[in-house]
Nanobody
Framework: QVQLVESGGGSVQPGGSLRLSCAAS????????MYWVRQIPGKGLEWVSR????????TYAESVKGRFTISRDNAENTLSLQMNSLKLEDTAVYYC????????RGQGTQVTVSS
């Protein structure tokens, strides 16, 4: 069955960086647009970024544009999110997902930005 396993979260100060990874299995990863979504405490899931199946097209939410970079390795079935210049408001649980609503997603990885 579909498995998405995120890793790489942690605690950083504002302005810091983290790199999230997602290992995918149980489906033909290279055929799917993939997404990162996040859940901020007390709020619903929020779409962060998506990448086309071949990796050529990347789209970002306005709140992260210019700071986050999504990438994928179809040979390794992995999805990544490089997060730079992190802000307090980026604190959330981050999920990789097969759709923008996070209907099929992993268990998530916590990112905490605090001073």
């Amino acid at each position: 069955q579909v498995q998405l396993v995120e890793s790489g979260g942690g605690s950083v100060q504002p302005g810091g960086s983290l790199r999230l990874s997602c290992a995918a299995s149980g489906f033909d990863f290279s055929l799917y647009t993939m997404y990162w979504v996040r859940q901020i405490p007390g709020k619903g899931l929020e779409w962060v970024s998506r990448i086309s199946n071949g990796g050529r097209t990347k789209t970002y939410a306005e709140s992260v544009k210019g700071r986050f970079t999504i990438s994928r390795d179809n040979a390794e079935n992995t999805l990544s999110l490089q997060m730079n210049s992190l802000k307090l408001e980026d604190t959330a649980v981050y999920y990789c997902a097969k759709d923008q609503f996070g209907t099929v997603r992993g268990q998530g990885t916590q990112v905490t930005v605090s001073s």
